[in-house]
């Protein structure tokens, strides 16, 4: 089994050029995950990334820049299919940040590495996605210079002794890729742990309807407990994170875990928190992604008027505040976090990109919804995930000023439209402010009301 790389001492310890200096403190967190996994002298803690998007890429890298140089304690690698070229653009484009900067320049040429991004350049060589991530350069953000990586392309290789995975794929792609995982587990004693990054989920309509997410996702296909299953997520760009913007983030689950992950993943630029509620915290990470496409084209389609996007603020939080309650019992714990995590993505986020891209004409729906240079675009999966779960007349609520019993997607105008134009395509992307400026639509603080005065939550969605 081949496909990986080692990463060359030189190559550890740097962020974008800035070494990155040890303390006491690491060893510490590292020995105590190698105490909770029963680690002897010379058996390093395996640490594994499945997926090299932007963001599963800088969490692998900020996790080489900490700790790479205790090789003999710790492991880390990242796995990403083999065989994805890089077009001629965009191999310009890299060459050109190479030589815009003179600390990823020298590492380069010191590794012997820079000839073929020149070649790349010229047309004389075809660059390809896992040969440069060797080199720290994410296909999806490659503006922002990585650490080197050790980039494993044989998924058995990558995964079979793992004790910790990263899972940085999209919800779409996660089921299919632990169900192959699952094959090369099956001789394993221990069970891993694994840390969820995936911010989306799916819907299940029989035998009634629930939300299925990435951490179940992976339950089901892997049988690996849900004790061990984590999911880490907060508002966060993966670009600013690396460039040591400060950012924070929570880890759920199961405490034996998830205290421990939060103490050695926790750094001065990046806060890690923990907390028990783990598939609730996940969902919200997916719904927020429904809103941010919408933002993205309220943005484009009105020349970036602050009045217009605040009137689909107003609409938006007032929609997921009802879908909250649907959820869970204790919606205001969730107030924060949600908010927090929308803010970000609706200013910077890939899904509000989306839908601006959409409004202007950039790129269409016919596309789909994995973009390049982008990566998938987690919005338009969920998008078709809630509305089709809040469309069930299983789930009908009391309508206050009709007095008839409907589905609660008709209360969502906002994600109806969403609905009607990026996947059924009935509308174009105009619809948006057409649903803003309908005179029937109601204050968004009834829709808040009805949410806070009416026994709506609906325990079945989310089956934790």
């Given at each position: 089994?081949?496909?990986?790389?080692e990463?060359?001492?030189?190559?550890?310890?740097?962020?974008?050029?800035q070494?990155?200096?040890?303390?006491?403190?690491?060893?510490?967190?590292?020995?105590?995950?190698?105490?909770?996994?029963?680690?002897?002298?010379?058996?390093?803690?395996?640490?594994?990334?499945?997926?090299?998007?932007?963001?599963?890429?800088?969490?692998?890298?900020?996790?080489?820049?900490?700790?790479?140089?205790?090789?003999?304690?710790?492991?880390?690698?990242?796995?990403?299919?083999?065989?994805?070229?890089?077009?001629?653009?965009?191999?310009?484009r890299?060459?050109?940040?190479?030589?815009?900067?003179?600390?990823?320049?020298?590492?380069?040429?010191?590794?012997?590495a820079?000839?073929?991004?020149?070649?790349?350049?010229l047309?004389?060589?075809?660059?390809?996605a896992?040969?440069?991530?060797?080199?720290?350069?994410?296909?999806?953000?490659?503006?922002?210079?990585?650490?080197?990586?050790k980039?494993?392309?044989?998924?058995?290789?990558?995964?079979?002794?793992?004790?910790?995975?990263?899972?940085?794929?999209p919800?779409?792609?996660?089921?299919?890729?632990?169900v192959?995982?699952?094959?090369?587990?099956?001789?394993?004693?221990?069970?891993?742990?694994?840390?969820?990054?995936?911010?989306?989920?799916?819907?299940?309509?029989?035998?009634?309807?629930r939300?299925?997410?990435?951490?179940?996702?992976?339950?089901?296909?892997?049988?690996?407990?849900?004790?061990?299953?984590?999911?880490?997520?907060?508002?966060?760009?993966?670009?600013e994170?690396?460039?040591?913007?400060?950012?924070?983030?929570?880890?759920?689950g199961?405490?034996?875990w998830?205290?421990?992950?939060?103490?050695?993943?926790?750094?001065?630029?990046?806060?890690?928190?923990?907390?028990?509620?783990?598939?609730?915290?996940?969902?919200?990470?997916?719904?927020k992604?429904?809103?941010?496409?919408?933002?993205?084209m309220?943005?484009?389609?009105?020349?970036?008027?602050a009045?217009?996007?605040?009137?689909?603020?107003?609409?938006?939080?007032?929609?997921?505040?009802?879908?909250?309650?649907?959820?869970?019992e204790?919606?205001e714990?969730?107030?924060?976090?949600?908010?927090?995590?929308?803010?970000?993505?609706?200013?910077?986020?890939?899904?509000?990109?989306?839908?601006?891209?959409?409004?202007k004409?950039?790129?269409?729906?016919?596309?789909?919804?994995s973009?390049?240079?982008?990566?998938?675009?987690?919005g338009?999966?969920?998008?078709?995930?809630?509305?089709?779960?809040?469309?069930?007349?299983?789930?009908s609520?009391?309508?206050?000023?009709?007095?008839?019993?409907?589905?609660?997607?008709?209360?969502?105008?906002?994600?109806?439209?969403?609905?009607?134009?990026l996947?059924?395509?009935?509308?174009?992307c105009?619809?948006?402010?057409?649903?803003?400026?309908?005179?029937?639509?109601?204050?968004?603080?009834?829709r808040?009301?009805?949410?806070?005065?009416?026994?709506?939550?609906?325990?079945s969605?989310?089956?934790?």
């Open positions: 089994m081949g496909g990986a790389d990463v060359t001492a030189e190559g550890n310890g740097y962020t974008n050029g070494v990155h200096r040890t303390n006491g403190s690491l060893d510490d967190k590292v020995d105590e995950l190698r105490e909770l996994f029963g680690k002897a002298d010379g058996d390093p803690l395996r640490i594994v990334g499945v997926g090299a998007g932007a963001w599963g890429s800088v969490f692998t890298a900020l996790l080489q820049d900490a700790y790479g140089m205790l090789r003999n304690k710790v492991q880390i690698r990242i796995w990403r299919r083999a065989g994805r070229s890089v077009d001629r653009a965009t191999a310009e890299l060459f050109e940040i190479i030589n815009s900067r003179e600390d990823v320049l020298r590492r380069l040429i010191r590794r012997c820079y000839l073929k991004y020149v070649e790349g350049r047309g004389d060589r075809v660059l390809y896992d040969e440069i991530l060797k080199d720290g350069f994410c296909l999806n953000m490659i503006d922002t210079p990585l650490c080197p990586l980039v494993v392309t044989n998924l058995q290789e990558a995964v079979w002794d793992a004790d910790i995975v990263i899972n940085g794929l919800s779409t792609e996660t089921q299919e890729v632990f192959e995982i699952s094959r090369y587990w099956k001789e394993r004693i221990t069970q891993p742990v694994i840390i969820s990054l995936a911010k989306g989920i799916e819907a299940e309509l029989e035998p009634e309807p939300i299925v997410t990435p951490t179940q996702m992976i339950n089901r296909a892997t049988g690996v407990p849900m004790e061990n299953i984590l999911y880490l997520g907060g508002p966060n760009i993966a670009s994170i690396y460039n040591n913007e400060y950012a924070n983030a929570r880890i759920c199961a405490e034996k998830r205290k421990p992950l939060a103490r050695f993943l926790r750094q001065p630029q990046f806060i890690v928190w923990d907390n028990g509620d783990l598939v609730t915290h996940e969902v919200m990470g997916g719904l992604n429904v809103y941010a496409v919408g933002a993205g309220v943005a484009a389609l009105t020349n970036e008027s009045t217009s996007k605040s009137v689909y603020f107003a609409h938006c939080t007032s929609e997921m505040i009802f879908i909250t309650h649907l959820l869970t204790e919606p714990k969730l107030a924060g976090p949600l908010l927090a995590d929308t803010y970000v993505t609706l200013l910077k986020g890939r899904n509000a990109w989306y839908g601006q891209m959409l409004a004409g950039e790129i269409n729906v016919d596309m789909g919804d973009i390049k240079g982008k990566g998938m675009i987690q338009v999966s969920a998008v078709k995930a809630f509305y089709e779960l809040l469309s069930q007349s299983r789930l609520i009391q309508h206050r000023n009709e007095k008839k019993h409907i589905a609660p997607v008709e209360l969502c105008p906002i994600l109806k439209t969403l609905f009607k134009i996947i059924t395509r009935e509308i174009p105009e619809g948006i402010l057409q649903a803003l400026r309908d005179e029937t639509m109601n204050d968004p603080r009834e808040i009301e009805i949410a806070q005065s009416h026994p709506i939550y609906q325990p969605l989310l089956m934790k």
